[in-house]
């Protein structure tokens, strides 16, 4: 996960600073060169980790700071004010026309910083917001480039334009204009070109887009994992094309993330969304003070909260806590109960969403694979298995397990598991009926989701 070393130090440096009852400014200037040092190894760009260091001193060794009962935490409280700057302060909202109009959206960015997937993912967030896009394909330069974008519309139930790789990027984007205007889109997405460097071909192609079409976003997509390669491309655009924003892709990879802290700082640009996974859900929109409060190990509890607003069914929430309360929940519930936990992107990302707990469970390995060969388990049984697990006798166990490629001992785990559960929930339930106040307002799942 990126960010995990460098907040791994940053958290260390805290710990020093929290366990003085006083601090000095030789205190103060010592923590802040392991604050230096850490970034600069997160590959955070140099002059962007000079300024942030020199504005979080200025402020911390001030006799306010200083002299007060717990002067650490008034330090960590500046870090944390000072690297939300560093982001952007406010978070940027895509900036799109009324719905009776159509907004054009130009995609720009390197051959492979996932520009081509993260258009279908963008796609998919308008889509679920009541907005009809148009994907249009520009790129008549990479091989399958034309295909990618297809096949990713059709997941998306995006529609897709293209005219195939005959004809330039400019004559297509004006073909698709016409097209939108005829179809009633509203958002009118261009896939442009990348290549594997900068060269002036390509800019002069995404100039004369925008020249001869009204672009009302221009957008850059870069890949985290290019650390300070990832601010250069930032900058050469902008100075190049005026970008209004950046997407940042592959934030969830191992990767120092350095580009996330420079970027803003470097092109005065704003960051709309960071790509967190491979999944076609898997962007967020980009929160300068949450993304903080995770470099800061302090969690981010609010896009837990999102994440689970948005996958939250409160109709099957409210049948599920029922059949909780009179034990009566079966195979399919634990299904969908794990499906939960899958749209809302792993255990894995879960956890490291909750405050300190990267730190604690660092060496934990979680085996998402686990979820994968229960589900395949549960769907190896028929309806009336699911259903009535009393009914699982030898035979059976040993059929599902066929099916779903596991041992006997699996599946006898996962009944055993299931049993268990049951049993707590009926102790559960009855601790609930005595006027208990155990649980959250949606009721606790058995299976410790």
Do not use: W
């Amino acid at each position: 996960m990126a960010f995990e070393n460098l907040s791994d130090k940053l958290q260390n440096v805290f710990k020093s600073l929290r366990g003085k009852g006083r601090l000095s400014e030789a205190d103060v200037k010592a923590a802040l060169k392991e604050v230096k040092m850490a970034l600069l190894e997160a590959d955070v760009n140099f002059k962007v980790v000079k300024n942030f260091v020199n504005s979080v001193q200025e402020r911390a060794v001030g006799s306010d700071v200083l002299n007060s009962l717990t002067p650490g935490q008034m330090v960590i409280k500046i870090v944390n004010e000072e690297m939300v700057k560093l982001l952007g302060e406010t978070t940027v909202e895509l900036q799109l026309k009324p719905m009776n109009e159509i907004t054009v959206l130009m995609m720009c960015g390197l051959q492979g910083a996932g520009k081509t997937t993260t258009i279908a993912k963008l796609a998919g967030q308008l889509k679920s917001k009541g907005r009809k896009p148009l994907l249009v394909a520009c790129d008549v330069y990479r091989p399958a480039a034309i295909q990618q974008l297809q096949i990713n519309g059709d997941k998306q139930g995006v529609s897709v334009f293209s005219m195939g790789d005959k004809h330039k990027p400019l004559n297509i984007a004006k073909a698709a204009m016409e097209h939108a205007a005829k179809n009633n889109f509203n958002v009118v997405i261009l896939d442009t070109a990348g290549r594997l460097h900068i060269d002036e071909d390509m800019m002069e192609e995404l100039v004369e887009i925008k020249e001869n079409i009204k672009i009302h976003q221009t957008i850059l997509v870069v890949d985290a994992m290019t650390g300070q390669d990832a601010v250069n491309v930032a900058e050469t655009f902008h100075e190049k094309l005026t970008i209004d924003g950046v997407i940042i892709t592959k934030l969830d990879s191992d990767t120092r993330g350095g580009a996330a802290l420079s970027i803003r700082a470097v092109t005065g640009r704003p960051i709309l969304y960071v790509g967190m996974g491979e999944k076609l859900t898997d962007l967020e929109q980009f929160y300068p003070d949450r993304m903080a409060s995770r470099i800061l190990g302090m969690g981010d509890i609010l896009t837990l909260i999102d994440k689970a607003q948005f996958n939250f069914d409160e109709t099957k929430a409210k049948e599920m806590e029922k059949k909780f309360k009179k034990a009566e929940f079966d195979f399919n519930d634990f299904l969908e109960q794990m499906q939960q936990v899958k749209k809302m992107g792993g255990i894995s990302s879960l956890i490291g969403m909750l405050p300190g707990a990267g730190k604690q469970l660092k060496g934990v390995e979680v085996d998402e694979n686990a979820l994968t060969s229960t589900e395949a388990i549960i769907y190896s049984m028929t309806k009336k298995e699911r259903a009535n697990p009393d009914i699982l006798n030898i035979p059976r166990k040993r059929r599902i397990a066929i099916g779903a490629g596991v041992n006997i001992n699996d599946v006898n785990a996962l009944v055993k598991q299931f049993e268990q559960s049951k049993k707590m929930m009926k102790q559960f339930s009855g601790m609930m009926g005595k006027g208990g106040r155990h649980g959250n307002k949606f009721g606790k799942s058995p299976f410790g989701f």
